[in-house]
Nanobody, 117 residues
Framework: QVQLVESGGGLVEPGGSLRLSCAASGVSFTIYEMGWFRQAAGTQRELVAGFLGSATATYANSVKGRFTISRDNAKNTIYLQMNSLKPEDTDVYYC???????????WGQGTQVTVSS
């Protein structure tokens, strides 16, 4: 069974940086799609950044120029480097993956990111 394990969330001051990691286990081939979403209470989960069936990263407009997603295919692991963090980046961040183009999303357990002074 494929599992996604996230790490790296926490509390940081505005302008600070955090790095999130998401490692997939239980799969022996390169995962088709991996990405990061975030969700505040009472809102829909939204894409932050991802490799959506492509080697080219896609970013939400709100994080372009501040966040960088990277991927280690050999380890089926993705990273999200978040710089110049703002209070509005405060959310629970979820890692997602799809094993193939016609499969459902798999989700990690989520990691809290809080940007506050």
């Amino acid at each position: 069974q494929v599992q996604l394990v996230e790490s790296g969330g926490g509390l940081v001051e505005p302008g600070g940086s955090l790095r999130l990691s998401c490692a997939a286990s239980g799969v022996s081939f390169t995962i088709y799609e991996m990405g990061w979403f975030r969700q505040a209470a009472g809102t829909q989960r939204e894409l932050v950044a991802g490799f959506l069936g492509s080697a080219t990263a896609t970013y939400a407009n709100s994080v372009k120029g501040r966040f960088t997603i990277s991927r280690d295919n050999a380890k089926n692991t993705i990273y999200l480097q978040m710089n110049s963090l703002k209070p509005e980046d405060t959310d629970v961040y979820y890692c997602s993956a799809r094993l193939g183009p016609f499969t459902s999303k798999i989700w990690g357990q989520g990691t809290q990111v809080t940007v506050s002074s």
